[in-house]
Structures are given as structure tokens and as C-alpha cells.
């Protein structure tokens, strides 16, 4: 009889033990943060509440458009030509400042061609981290190249059908030009949040999505640098920013 109450006062005691060790190993999963569920497809095809849009246009005076571009020239040697106003030069990029987030670089890679003896698209804002392709598009050879603190680079010769690319992991501006050709000329814009928009033709822009709150929005241009305005965005809201140069 002695040997039984033994043996059941032992397992109850190792019984007690298991439960206390689990109540303790329960409390532990308690104070870990939840997990929310994947959330289900209906949720994710409804837009994100809180987001607006900001539109406007940017006027740049004509006379604005001439200047001279100077290059290493020539097989590296010193040049200089005025160019006269385009409409690619008229160009603008509007960009917002400090938006909180992780931004992934597009799988699609921007790209900035050289066709016709000129930079295709003139003006070229990308997110960092982006890799940019320079494929040849003419019949001559072209050596694309540049001298920015932002980010230098000398692509070298290539003809027809050739591509080469450059990654860009500083923000900034960043002045693209060809060795052999003096006239070409370019400018990609390395921004930190994916919220920027390059002006059509008629200097209209809208940038989508943004989340709510209180910007500096900016807007580049090549002759007039960078002007600012500040703004505050609600949601399913269009702010308008226009801006002149």
C-alpha cells in the first residue's frame, strides 16, 4: 500500500512539475508580439486608406531653355555648346521629402537610351538602388559617361545593340554626357522615396498615392535648380503645387 501512495505521490509531482514548466512556457508565447494573419484578397484589392494625390503644373520660361553645356569633349577634351530651348529641356521633376518606409527598387529597370545622337529621355528620375540600362540605339559609337559627386562613371565605346548599366545608391543629381559627342546631354535624378513624377509636355505632373500628411514637395529643373513648397495631404484628396522657373 506504502509502495502505491509512493508511486502516485511521485507522478503527481512530476504531473505539477510539466504544468508549471508549461504555464511558464505560455506565458513567455503571451509577452510575444501577435502575429497578424495574411490579410485576404478582398483586403488587398481595396486602395490603403489615408492616401492623396498631389497635381499641378510647372512653368519654365523659354529664354530658360539656352545655355551652354559643357563636356569632356571630343576623346576627352574640353568643350563647350549652347543649346537651344526643347522641349525636352523644358523637362521637370517633382519629388516629395521624408516619407517614412521601405522602398523595393522596381524589377523593371529604368532606362536611358541614345538614339539619334541624343540622350533618350532627357531628364530621368529614379528610385536609389536603381540599376539604369544605356542601350545604343545609332549606327556610330557613343561613350556615355559622368562626372557627378553623385555618381561617376565612364561606360566606354560600344556600338549598336550594345547595352551597359550603372547602379545608383546616393541621391542626387547626376550629369550624363557622351565623350565623342559635345550636343548630348542628360540628367538622372536619384530620389529616396518612389513619390515623384517627370512633367508632360505641357509641364503637367500628378504624383498618386501618397500617404497623409505634411510635405516639402520640390521641383527640379536643369537651368533653376530646386524650388519647395510645403503641403499637407489628406486622404482621397488632390493638393495642387505649382511652381515656375
Given at each position: ?230 503641403i499637407a495631404v489628406e486622404s482621397g484628396q488632390t493638393v495642387t503645387a505649382d511652381f515656375s522657373f
Amino acid at each position: 500500500m506504502k509502495l502505491i501512495v509512493t508511486v502516485f505521490s511521485a507522478v503527481a509531482l512530476l504531473g505539477f512539475a510539466k504544468f508549471s514548466e508549461g504555464s511558464k512556457l505560455f506565458k513567455s508565447i503571451k509577452d510575444l508580439p501577435l502575429i497578424k494573419p495574411a490579410p485576404n484578397f478582398s483586403e488587398t484589392a481595396v486602395m490603403p486608406a489615408g492616401e492623396g494625390k498631389i497635381a499641378g503644373k510647372v512653368f519654365v520660361n523659354k529664354s530658360s531653355g539656352t545655355k551652354a553645356r559643357s563636356t569632356k569633349g571630343l576623346y576627352g577634351k574640353s568643350a563647350s555648346k549652347v543649346v537651344k530651348n526643347s522641349g525636352s529641356d523644358r523637362q521637370a521633376v517633382v519629388f516629395i521629402e521624408k516619407v517614412g518606409g521601405q522602398f523595393p527598387v522596381p524589377q523593371s529597370r529604368p532606362v536611358m537610351r541614345q538614339k539619334n545622337i541624343t540622350i533618350v529621355p532627357h531628364v530621368l528620375p529614379v528610385l536609389i538602388g536603381s540599376t539604369v540600362d544605356f542601350p545604343n540605339e545609332d549606327e556610330i559609337y557613343h561613350n556615355i559617361f559622368s562626372l557627378s559627386s553623385v555618381k561617376s562613371f565612364d561606360l566606354g565605346r560600344y556600338a549598336k545593340g550594345k547595352s551597359k548599366s550603372v547602379t545608383f545608391n546616393k541621391f542626387g543629381e547626376v550629369k550624363v554626357f557622351c565623350d565623342i559627342h559635345s550636343s548630348m546631354s542628360g540628367y538622372i535624378i536619384v530620389l529616396q522615396n518612389p513619390y515623384f513624377a517627370t512633367t508632360g509636355t505641357d509641364g503637367s505632373y500628378t504624383i498618386t498615392g501618397v500617404p497623409s500628411g505634411n510635405y516639402k514637395v520640390g521641383a527640379w529643373h536643369e537651368n533653376g535648380g530646386t524650388q519647395w513648397q510645403t503641403i499637407a495631404v489628406e486622404s482621397g484628396q488632390t493638393v495642387t503645387a505649382d511652381f515656375s522657373f
